[in-house]
């Protein structure tokens, strides 16, 4: 291809790219609607910066497909083309109130059709619908034809899907901004000059059209490499669409969609690089796209990919959530994915997303408890580095992938490093404070956890009414002056050995007491862990003998046993 054929590049304003009965269509494979309100309102408060200053604003690149006939596909650009759009609906939706009120209405409905012609296209004298400048993907474009075009309400709101709800709210901010920004103003020529002269003139864009599609993935690959912030998922579907042949295609756009639905398009990112890495080298979030363009190359490597993309899609989702109908009845699992998800452990992921696919579901279930209870040592009460624990997890992965770790023996070898001694795990788990105010729930697992070791009992510390109780008060209180001042209460209240559980009214009636009111009600308690409290005193050296012997119950608690 020469050179000159590739792409043609301009400096254009809106009104340059809208006018001249140009269209323009979002090709289905591009992404749904998915502009926020940080994004709303950034491109709100640049127009009203511009109408400030009289300054242009540059609005970044856009990248076209030449498609003939005055038709374009727009590559890269689709969420600033319809939220610019939004803003014209919001100003149009303006002048149709002043017209209500009965102000100016002729040259209001002139005004009104001639920014419709000019910006969102003509309406269809049979449908009543417009034939306009903007279709945007197969999943919003009804949802924009039929009822942001025309100012019809959807019938039901909660009902839309996610994209198309994002489109209604964006749409409305935008009213909103609007009328605010003209809450006094009748003037319909001004309120049409506001579109007319300040946005579609003064927003500036970089316009680069290309003649095929491979110029124009070669474009948006181009930019992405720059910094403009295209997502790995926005090149990889333009370069696997772009080697499919015409035969598989539909049925591999068919795949993408139903894998980003499960996943989610925020999600996909991250799932993508985690099943690469289940299988391949450690690799960084910019250089997987790459990576993955080495791999695949042809229409049967994209079924491919696609295919094992979709099974681990369920999988995937089902990883940060316990209760997903994907774990069935299998409460080990469902346990331990819980506490995953309370620890907040991704590196992981690749390590069982691995194990999901080569091992049988006693073995997965085994590859959990140890990763949890990995997480818990390693993570938790240790804070130790996580770059070592995104590599290790990657090089067992690769092993179980390859069929070369098959045992649960195998796997607890490869990942013996991130395994602290009983010796180090008890001097952490000795030492360490959590705050309530920002970790309760992992209190509540820690203290649970020890509480079911003495009692031997399967106490869920979520749904367990019993409630954390603060043996030295984490408000103050003028008991306990004597041996905790006010310098040392805060580095203290919040270390593991001054927590236990009560019985929500038994934890109401300690809080005001001495401390030997409160043992005595420690005794009635049905919890071991209130139970097991002897001593005569309360004082930083009483919290350091319990927590010490906290710390033995722990680990036993949080044991690996092939580490023994």
């Known amino acids: 291809m020469a050179v000159n054929n590739l792409l043609d590049t301009s400096t254009v304003s809106l009104s340059d790219i809208i006018g001249n009965g140009k269209t323009y269509t979002v090709p289905p494979y591009q992404r749904d609607y998915s502009w926020k309100k940080d994004q709303w309102e950034d491109l709100w408060n640049d127009i009203i910066g511009i109408n400030t200053t009289g300054n242009v604003h540059y609005m970044g690149s856009i990248v076209l497909q030449n498609m003939g006939d005055k038709k374009y596909?727009?590559?890269?650009g689709q969420q600033r083309f319809s939220t610019l759009t939004l803003i014209v609906l919001a100003i149009i939706k303006k002048l149709n109130s002043l017209i209500e009120k009965e102000i100016e209405v002729e040259n209001n409905q002139e005004r009104v059709s001639l920014l419709s012609k000019k910006y969102i296209g003509d309406k269809d004298p049979g449908s009543l619908t417009y034939s306009s400048k903007l279709q945007l993907n197969e999943n919003n474009n009804s949802f924009f034809q039929s009822n942001l075009l025309v100012f019809r309400n959807?019938?039901?709101?909660n009902t839309l899907q996610d994209s198309d709800k994002q489109i209604w709210n964006a749409f409305n901010y935008y009213v909103a901004r609007v009328n605010e920004f003209f809450e006094k103003e009748e003037d319909g020529e001004k309120i049409t000059n506001f579109l007319n002269k300040?946005?579609?003139?003064?927003?500036?864009?970089?316009?680069i059209v290309v003649e095929d599609e491979l110029s124009a993935y070669t474009v948006f690959e181009t930019l992405n490499s720059r910094g403009v912030g295209l997502t790995v998922t926005d090149l990889l579907k333009n370069y696997l669409f772009s080697i499919s042949s015409k035969v598989d295609l539909p049925h591999i756009k068919n795949k993408w969609k139903k894998i980003v639905d499960v996943i989610g398009l925020d999600?996909?990112?991250?799932f993508l690089r985690h099943y690469w890495i289940s299988k391949n080298k450690l690799i960084r979030q910019e250089y997987l796209f790459r990576a993955i363009k080495e791999s695949i190359v042809d229409s049967p490597s994209v079924i491919l990919l696609l295919d094992s993309l979709e099974e681990n899609a369920l999988l995937y989702k089902a990883?940060?959530?316990?209760?997903?109908?994907?774990?069935?009845?299998?409460?080990e699992i469902k346990k331990r994915v819980k506490e995953l998800t309370l620890f907040k452990e991704k590196q992981a992921y690749p390590i069982l997303i691995a194990a999901y696919n080569n091992l049988d579901q006693e073995g997965f279930s085994r590859v959990l408890k140890l990763v949890s209870i990995i997480t818990f040592r390693y993570t938790i009460i240790a804070k130790l580095h996580t770059n070592l624990k995104e590599d290790i997890y990657n090089k067992a992965a690769i092993r179980i992938s390859n069929k070369e770790a098959t045992t649960i023996g195998q796997i607890a070898e490869l990942v013996k490093t991130l395994y602290p001694s009983d010796n180090d795990f008890k001097n952490d788990f000795a030492s360490k404070s959590i705050s309530t105010k920002r970790g309760k729930k992992i209190v509540r697992y820690i203290l649970f956890g020890l509480e079911n070791h003495l009692s031997h009992a399967d106490n869920d510390y979520e749904e367990n009414p019993g409630t954390i109780e603060h043996i030295l008060p984490e408000n103050g209180n003028d008991y306990y002056l004597a041996d905790f001042p006010q310098a040392i209460h805060e580095s203290i209240v919040y270390r593991l050995g001054n927590y236990t559980i009560l019985e929500a009214d038994k934890n109401r009636e300690c809080e005001i007491l001495p401390f030997d009111d409160k043992k005595a009600i420690y005794t009635t308690s049905q919890y071991e862990l209130s139970k097991e409290i002897q001593s005569n005193s309360w004082t930083p050296n009483s919290i350091d003998l319990r927590q010490e012997r906290l710390a033995n119950y722990a680990s036993a608690v949080w044991r690996i046993s092939q580490y023994d």
């Open 154 to 157: 959807p019938t039901n709101i």
């Open 319 to 331: 990883l940060s959530n316990y209760s997903d109908s994907f774990w069935g009845g299998h409460r």
């Open 267 to 270: 999600s996909f990112p991250a």
């Open 73 to 76: 596909h727009v590559i890269d």
């Open 198 to 207: 300040l946005i579609a003139e003064r927003l500036m864009f970089i316009q």
